[in-house]
């Protein structure tokens, strides 16, 4: 996922600073400002952003923002890239299901090497879409950011019911010839091992054993993130604790 190619443009560098009243964060595109300020504490300035970014939102972490000229739009700037004790997390929730669908087209995910179609956003009954049906694969991205352990990456980052719901209906998937997948993309420089946070959410925890035992597969892989562009790199390892 090219940063250029999208409409937003280049992505610019600042540090976090807090908004001045609870509506909306502000930030500051260019120069770093002189004085280092806190990151937001309320929840509704964050409140576009998916999970609780546990870890992320120190005080003085650099930031990278692209730039929105749509009028509608009440934020002009979008949060794309966090740098978090000297490791680049990609944490625009929006921008996984690009980098996933840039991945598939070009043959970077070893398990739809062999795909011949790409559907996103399949509408698998009338309250559940899943993010991409590849030929007979549906496939659901859940997009990491939470970093607690060296070298470990950790989903999810706050208790998720429908996340719950979407493995519960992969496994029914099965039953109807589809062949369901997982996929945990990690936006997160270094990581190494991926695991479930079950301290976390452990009802999470229970369904995603239950549903690989009966079937669905998970998979995980790292992206390689830049200041210009963020892409799929490798598979990581998936481990139980």
């Not at 301290?199 to 690989?212: G, H, Q």
């Not at 892989?221 to 562009?229: L, M, P, Q």
Request: charged residues 35%; contains cysteine.
């Amino acid at each position: 996922m090219n940063w250029a190619s999208g409409s937003a443009g280049s992505a610019k560098k600042t540090r976090m600073r807090a908004a001045s009243s609870s509506k909306a964060m502000a930030f500051s595109p260019g120069a770093t400002p002189r004085r280092k300020a806190t990151t937001p504490r309320s929840r509704s300035s964050t409140r576009r952003w998916t999970g609780s970014m546990q870890g992320l939102l120190d005080e003085g972490n650099e930031v990278w923002l692209t730039k929105n000229d749509d009028p509608n739009r009440k934020l002009k700037f979008t949060l794309e890239v966090i740098k978090v004790k000297n490791n680049l997390v990609g944490v625009n929730t929006h921008k996984a299901n690009k980098i996933v669908k840039h991945a598939l087209e070009n043959k970077l995910i070893e398990e739809f090497k062999n795909i011949k179609n790409i559907k996103p956003e399949f509408k698998y009954s009338k309250d559940t879409r899943f993010d991409f049906l590849c030929d007979k694969n549906l496939i659901e991205v859940k997009n990491v950011t939470l970093n607690r352990e060296r070298e470990i990456s950790e989903f999810p980052d706050a208790v998720t019911s429908r996340g719950s719901k979407h493995l519960l209906n992969l496994k029914e998937s099965i039953k109807k010839g589809y062949k369901p997948y997982v996929l945990f993309l990690t936006q997160i420089q270094g990581i190494k091992k991926f695991k479930i946070a079950k301290d976390i959410d452990e009802k999470y925890y229970e369904n995603y054993l239950f549903a690989r035992k009966h079937g669905v597969k998970f998979i995980a892989y790292r992206c390689n993130i830049s200041s210009k562009e963020i892409r799929i790199e490798k598979k990581i390892k998936i481990i139980d604790e």
